[in-house]
């Protein structure tokens, strides 16, 4: 009896080193999969905090101007879809169509939902994949990261433009659906 209690703290010890030895020999889940946006008011804030930061920095002339058009232009897609055909992946969201996630970020050009052509390049670097998007003097990153539970997705957003005084940056977060 006297044994018992350090022998079963050895042997729950031992459980768990292999246990999470195993889970860390584990694969992580695949990056294709539908992830919805889960980040709610807090990512909505991140977004006008961002956009606040950018047009403070403008004259006072333009301020309403140019916050009303990053409001509008700037949009939270509300589904990440990451889907695999054969043996390439594809990115889709609002506002670009369907577009290949190579590996080597070869450029295409395609048309947004507003109409207007963008180039468009995505590079996929295991469980990330960053899409340059560019149009006239504006370039977009957004760089989406796989959880290593595979669960959910961040996406972080860096747009710089000409007309910009900054860069307006923000993050995303995606659930798993």
Do not use: K, W
């Not at 889960?38 to 301020?63: F, H, K, N, Q, T």
């Not at 916050?67 to 509008?72: G, T």
């Amino acid at each position: 009896m006297r044994h018992f209690l350090p022998a079963a703290c050895l042997a729950l010890l031992a459980t768990s080193v292999i246990s999470s030895a195993h889970a860390e020999s584990q694969p992580r889940p695949e990056l294709e999969g539908v992830f919805r946006h889960s980040g709610g008011e807090r990512d909505r804030a991140a977004l006008r905090r961002g956009i606040e930061s950018v047009v403070g920095r403008m004259s006072v002339v333009i301020r309403d101007i140019a916050r009303s058009r990053l409001a509008e232009r700037v949009t939270i897609a509300p589904e990440v879809r990451i889907v695999r055909q054969r043996d390439t992946l594809y990115l889709d969201h609002e506002p670009i169509p369907l577009r290949r996630i190579t590996s080597d970020g070869t450029p295409v050009t395609l048309t947004s939902a507003f109409g207007e052509r963008v180039r468009v390049s995505t590079l996929r670097r295991g469980h990330t994949v960053r899409e340059t998007i560019r149009h006239f003097g504006s370039r977009r990153l957004n760089v989406y990261r796989l959880s290593r539970d595979g669960r959910s997705m961040d996406v972080a957003v860096r747009i710089r433009s000409n007309l910009l005084p900054a860069p307006l940056r923000f993050r995303l977060r995606y659930s798993r659906q």
